[in-house]
């Protein structure tokens, strides 16, 4: 999979609400009411990260969730993480 660059991801980005390229990744956070919430919804994305075989970095604190995605093998951002946080999106959508 190759490297986007930066107009293209950009562009890309545009039709992904709340997401930002910083450091090479794409990255976004959720807020959730409580930590029940927040992991049954990582639990969810996890699933489709395994159907899609793509991972991402992500953290969880008590009722939020910081997601960052790139392509490790690409050495940065592709068309799988904009795929990826696509799925994220809709996933969240029924949240």
Same mark, same amino acid.
């Given at each position: 999979?190759?490297?986007?660059?930066?107009?293209?991801?950009?562009?890309?980005?545009?039709?992904?609400?709340?997401?930002?390229?910083?450091? !090479?990744?794409?990255?976004? #956070?959720? =807020?959730? *009411?409580?930590?029940?919430?927040?992991?049954?919804?990582? $639990?969810?994305?996890?699933?489709e990260c395994?159907?899609?075989?793509?991972?991402?970095?992500? !953290?969880?604190?008590?009722? #939020?969730? =910081?997601? *960052?995605?790139?392509?490790?093998?690409?050495?940065?951002? $592709?068309?799988?993480?904009?795929?990826?946080?696509?799925?994220?999106?809709?996933?969240?959508?029924?949240?």
């Open positions: 999979m190759e490297k986007l660059n930066t107009n293209e991801i950009e562009e890309a980005l545009k039709n992904l609400s709340g997401w930002a390229l910083k450091d !090479e990744m794409i990255e976004k #956070s959720f =807020t959730f *009411k409580d930590f029940k919430e927040a992991f049954s919804v990582m $639990t969810h994305i996890a699933f395994e159907k899609q075989n793509h991972h991402p970095n992500w !953290e969880n604190v008590y009722n #939020s969730l =910081t997601i *960052k995605l790139s392509t490790h093998d690409a050495g940065g951002v $592709t068309q799988k993480d904009i795929d990826l946080a696509k799925t994220i999106e809709d996933i969240m959508a029924q949240a």
